[in-house]
Every structure is written in C-alpha cells, then in structure tokens.
C-alpha cells in the first residue's frame, strides 16, 4: 500500500538556520503530495503541494519539489523563524478512486530558538 | 476557512462509555474524513464519507462507527471507549481542485481522554 517516511525528529535550529525535513513516498501510480504544518494546539494547515513530477510547490518561503526518480518531496527554507516552529506533516494522496484520501508521514517537530 | 467546527473541543469519558463527536461543515462538501492523531504515528484515517449515508473505513476502524444522514454533519462514535483511544481527533473535508487533485482541510481537533 501507499506509505510516507519523514526524517525522524525533532530537529532543533537557530533562527536564520537553513531547514531541511526529508519525505519519501511509496506509492502506485501518480499520487499528489503535501505538506502540511501544525503550530500548538491547532489542526493542520496546507502548507504547499504538488501534482506532478518536477512540479515545486511554495509557500511562507518554503519550498518543495517532487522529485518522482527518488520518489522524495522534501521541506526546505533558506532561513527559518522562530515562528516557524511547528510540527510538519508530509502527505500524498494517490488519485484516482481514492476518494481524496491522505496517507500521512509521522510529523517532524521543528523548534527554532533565538 | 472551510468552514469546519468539531464539537467538543474537549471531552474526559470512562472506560466503557459510548462517546460520538461530532463534525459540521457549512460549505456542502461530499467528502468528509475523520482521522485521530498520536505520537509517532502522524495521523491515521479511521472512517470516510463520499456522500450522505455513504461511509468506508479506514485503516484504524476497529472500535469506532459513522454516520452521516445529511451532508454538513459528520458523526464518529466509540461503541465502548477504552484506553487506547485516547487521541486527538481530527475532521476534515476535500476540494476537488482545477488541476485534478484534492486538497484537504482540517477542523480544529477534539482531545478525548478515556480514563
């Protein structure tokens, strides 16, 4: 079946650090991919996303491309915030008769210090 | 905003005790999904709806139950709600977008604790 795999956490950066949480996707056929952000005591909001191979979603300066010969969407900022903070959710949804279902990688908790 | 409220927001039940949360949404979307989230685990589908009185399951279903009589109202209920369902639960709707995907927003989330 489909699965995700986030890098394991929680990563921990100062401000203005460069971030990098990895995804890789198992899945047939050609799944959409997400990536979702938590901030504490809230539900999760789309971050970014993207539809085909190649394709770069952004969004709040991140950036993600799918890259469908690595099956990876990998999260990258140049520069985070202490706002940033947060926990990230890799997603892919496999299309087709799905019925927009998720499949979800674990989360990655970010904290970023001063 | 999708227009997505979960009620409560907040609920402490004993071991043994039938519970149902409930999810509305006020934009009339088809597909509803009901998800809870742990520690290490992200989150996991339990149940899902494509339309009213139209429920599948998911990959953690055992123990939990659906209904949906009419399109703004999504319900999950705990049979007998035991320890190992204490979570976080999530609703959520999907929109069918332009470029043939969808995209899925979430409700503010239920904490349950079964004692």
């Known amino acids: 079946g489909d699965s995700v795999t986030q890098m394991e956490g929680p990563v921990t950066l100062s401000e203005e650090a460069f971030l990098t949480i990895n995804c890789t996707y198992t899945?047939?056929?050609?799944?959409?991919l997400f990536w979702y952000v938590q901030y504490p005591g809230e539900g999760l909001q789309l971050l970014l996303k993207?539809?085909?191979?190649?394709d770069k979603g952004s969004n709040k300066g991140f950036e993600a491309t799918y890259r469908k010969e690595t099956t990876s969407f990998h999260l990258e900022k140049g520069s985070v915030q202490v706002s940033d903070s947060a926990v990230y959710f890799c997603?892919?949804?496999?299309?087709?008769?799905?019925?927009?279902?998720?499949?979800f990688g674990q989360g990655t908790i970010l904290t970023v210090h001063p | 905003d999708a227009g997505i409220t979960q009620s409560p927001r907040h609920k402490v039940t004993e071991t043994g005790t039938p519970v149902t949360l409930r999810c509305h949404q006020t934009?009339?979307?088809?597909?509803m999904y009901w998800y809870r989230q742990d520690p290490g685990h992200g989150l996991r589908l339990i149940h899902y709806?494509?339309?009213?009185?139209?429920?599948d399951k998911g990959e953690v279903s055992d123990g939990y139950s659906v209904s949906r009589s009419k399109t703004e109202d999504f319900l999950l209920t705990l049979e007998s709600a035991t320890s190992s369902q204490t979570s976080v639960y999530f609703c959520?709707?999907?929109?069918?977008?332009?470029?043939?995907?969808?995209?899925?927003?979430f409700g503010p989330g239920t904490r349950l604790t079964v004692t």
């Open positions: 959520a709707i999907s929109l069918f977008m332009k470029g043939q995907e969808y995209e899925q927003y």
């Open positions: 899945a047939t056929g050609y799944p959409s």
């Open positions: 993207a539809t085909k191979a190649d």
């Open positions: 997603a892919l949804n496999a299309g087709g008769t799905s019925y927009g279902k998720l499949t």
């Open positions: 934009e009339n979307h088809r597909y």
């Open positions: 709806s494509y339309g009213v009185k139209d429920t």
